[in-house]
């Protein structure tokens, strides 16, 4: 590239990159994925240090955060607040090691303590004589706003320090919204019809910033601490380590699984550790932070404008990338709902290419304004399904075509129903519908259900097509010649499927019951049905008021189930499936004396002798109720191997851990 062209291309850069950090800093609306931030961000880096001389004082790469929001009080840091260069690649962490290794003239591995990367708000907090008196923003790093009055709401944060603080103390951390506050907050706000936060991160800046201190009280921030800016009196610590650990003393919530390890490789395992577990934590984190863990080297080594040059985070693949949605289907589902699925340009992300994503439902397509031919922002975290987050409404193409909900059904030419007020449209078809044919048998044939080992979602769509089986019955009635005459069927698979198929007629009545597919009777439902009636025959024949006497049972549950066995067709399902030989043992009733009797266990971390469903059943079997959180009610949190935050909340509440072998003495 010559000079006048990278002159025009930083130009660019400089306008969009400033355009992006005010929507996102200033008005909490941020206008694309940071992936894309962090890629122009790097391109104008690039192209500065290729030609310095059209590197400008006033170019966003010179800036730390951006520039406070006028309706606080700004307040100088005593110490300015640094951030972070990041490194998305094994590479750059070596070169990073590499230049602390030369530095500081040293042939040993440098010890670094390392911290997952929190993706909420940098906050510096002032203690004066052990008294908060003061919290701001990180705002330019050198000044911030103050949001004293509602910081002092979060919960786990000390007001008054313990013993052997410094006279004055500056400490460092991020104020967040767990998950799934960040979840309950948007539903509301949805249900208001106001505005929804586009993360966790935007909605704690968003509580941050309320000048009703009120308002902030009301959202569920929470802080982790991991830094201390300017301190009075003698050092008081010689590693970093050792300022996690005084920072405990005082009171602070210290950030969680910090851990110091032993050069480049060390980091590497501890980046994969954390990544495995980056779903399962109650926050969202984006990396993972390495710090030279002695305090001296950090001295020795200093800063660059923006950065310590002793730490660096170490970004995970961004989960939300740009792409262009080219059409929509509508896919339809068990119960008939429509769902319509975005058909986007191929983009990778997080290393999945991803062609199909969900727009959940009309609602949430008109709420968002999204057409065909837009821009979109998609997100793909963990195993769930990808969504389209948003569009982007500035490169909207004149020929965007609006959303429409089809009248018909698309594979069976059904009508529609779409009652008002409920966001999701379905179609009238029932059985006749081969699309909810198809998913009723996936749904029999599920692990969770009949768990009919090699019947995959592409075998259904044969079998349904070529007319072998209409039912969850005629499943049964398959024999090997039908199978092997199946397209990519080989004798021995079809073989496999046949013994599979014998091998499921063995169930217990719980899993049965989730495998007829009753709406609103999921696994757990299904557990309560069978314990309480113990047989089907009495459930099939319960009343509504008698339904809702079970525990857990509310009118729509019980009004699902009657209108279930009320329907003929279903009742010669079920009377075919058993003659064809499906049973199960009789249910053992729940005795108030059972070992785990009117205790609450919450499970966290793997097992090497169980799976989760078997931990689940076997702690049901000993009369325990499995909750999937930790709170006070918790008797005691079962914990495997790589624990999450589970552990972490029942070591705060002092609530009892047991481990796999406590179990297992149980179950002699
Ligand atoms: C976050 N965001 O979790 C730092 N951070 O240290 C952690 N940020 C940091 N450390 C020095 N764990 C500057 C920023």
């Known amino acids: 590239m010559n000079k006048a062209k990278a002159k025009a291309r930083i130009n660019i850069l400089k306008d969009q990159l400033n355009e992006y950090s005010y929507n996102y800093y200033v008005l909490d609306n941020p206008l694309v994925p940071d992936s894309e931030y962090d890629r122009l961000f790097r391109e104008l880096q690039s192209l500065e240090r290729e030609f310095p001389e059209l590197h400008t004082p006033d170019s ?7 520039a406070p929001l006028a309706a606080f009080a700004q307040v100088q840091h005593h110490k300015p607040m640094l951030s972070l260069t990041n490194a998305f690649s094994e590479e750059e962490l070596i070169a990073f090691d590499k230049r602390i290794k030369d530095r500081l003239k040293s042939t040993q591995e440098i010890i670094y303590a390392c911290e997952p990367k929190l993706d909420g708000l940098a906050i510096n907090l002032l203690y004066e ?5 003061r919290a701001a923003t990180r705002g330019d790093g050198i000044t911030g706003e103050d949001v004293t009055l509602n910081v002092k709401t979060i919960k786990s944060l ?26 309950d907050l948007n539903k509301l706000a949805h249900a208001n019809n106001e505005k929804v936060f586009a993360n966790p991160r935007n909605a704690a800046a968003g509580s941050l910033r309320q000048l009703d201190s009120k308002i902030t009280a009301s959202r569920n921030l929470a802080m982790y601490c991991y830094d201390v800016g300017e301190y009075s009196g003698a050092r008081f610590a010689n590693s970093h380590s050792e300022v996690l650990a005084c920072l405990k003393e005082w009171g602070f919530s210290v950030i969680p699984y910090a851990k110091p390890v032993k050069g480049i490789a060390g980091c590497m395992v501890y980046y994969k550790d954390i990544l495995s577990k980056r779903d399962e934590l109650a926050y969202e984190i984006d990396g993972v932070v390495y710090k030279v ?6 001295r020795d080594l200093g800063f660059i404008s923006r950065a310590p040059r002793w730490a660096i985070a170490h970004k995970f693949p961004a989960q939300e990338e740009i792409t262009v949605l080219e059409e929509v289907d509508f896919q339809v589902g068990r119960t008939g709902a429509l769902t319509p699925v975005a058909r986007l340009q191929p983009v990778n992300v997080a290393g999945v290419t991803v062609c199909n994503a969900t727009l959940h439902n009309m609602d949430e397509i008109e709420r968002k304004d999204i057409r065909i031919g837009d821009t979109v922002i998609i997100r793909r975290a963990g195993d769930v399904i990808p969504e389209v987050v948003s569009a982007l409404l500035n490169k909207r193409p004149a020929t965007a075509k609006r959303i429409h909900l089809p009248k018909k059904c698309p594979i069976c030419g059904s009508h529609i129903e779409r009652i008002e007020e409920e966001a999701i449209a379905r179609c009238t078809g029932g059985l006749f519908c081969a699309a909810q044919r198809k998913a009723a048998i996936k749904h029999f044939a599920s692990r969770k259900a009949m768990d009919i080992e090699g019947l995959g979602d592409k075998l259904v769509e044969q079998l349904v097509d070529t007319g072998l089986v209409n039912h969850v019955d005629d499943l049964y009635k398959l024999n090997l010649n039908q199978l092997s005459n199946l397209e990519r069927m080989a004798e021995k698979s079809a073989q496999n499927l046949l013994e ?10 719980s899993r049965f019951l989730f495998a007829l597919g009753i709406r609103e009777v999921g696994e757990s439902t299904g557990r309560v049905l069978a314990q309480h009636y113990g047989e089907l025959e009495l459930i099939a024949k319960a009343s509504i008021e008698e339904l809702q006497s079970v525990h857990d049972i509310g009118p729509v549950v019980a009004a699902r189930i009657t209108s279930f066995f ?25 005795s108030k004396d059972l070992l785990l009797s009117g205790q609450t266990v919450a499970i966290t971390g793997s097992f090497t002798e169980f799976s989760r469903e078997e931990l689940i059943e076997k702690l049901q079997a000993l009369g325990a109720k499995v909750s999937s959180s930790v709170s006070q009610k918790t008797s005691f949190v ?28 149980l179950l002699i």
């Open 129 to 133: 004589k052990g008294l908060l008196i």
């Open 60 to 66: 966003p790469t010179e800036r730390i955060g951006a």
């Open 158 to 183: 000390p007001l008054k320090l313990r013993d052997n603080y410094p006279a004055i103390l500056e400490v460092r951390g991020e104020v967040y919204m767990p998950k799934q506050s960040f979840l």
């Open 500 to 509: 599979a198929l014998e091998k499921s007629k063995i169930t217990t009545l």
């Open 293 to 298: 863990d002695n305090i001296e080297e950090q």
């Open 638 to 665: 079962l914990a495997g191997e790589s624990p999450g935050s589970k552990l972490d909340k029942a070591r705060e509440l002092n609530i009892p851990v047991k481990d796999e072998k406590y179990l297992k003495n």
């Open 566 to 590: 009320a329907e003929p067709h279903n009742l010669m399902v079920i009377k075919s499936l058993r003659q064809l030989g499906i049973h199960w043992p009789k249910v053992k009733k729940e």
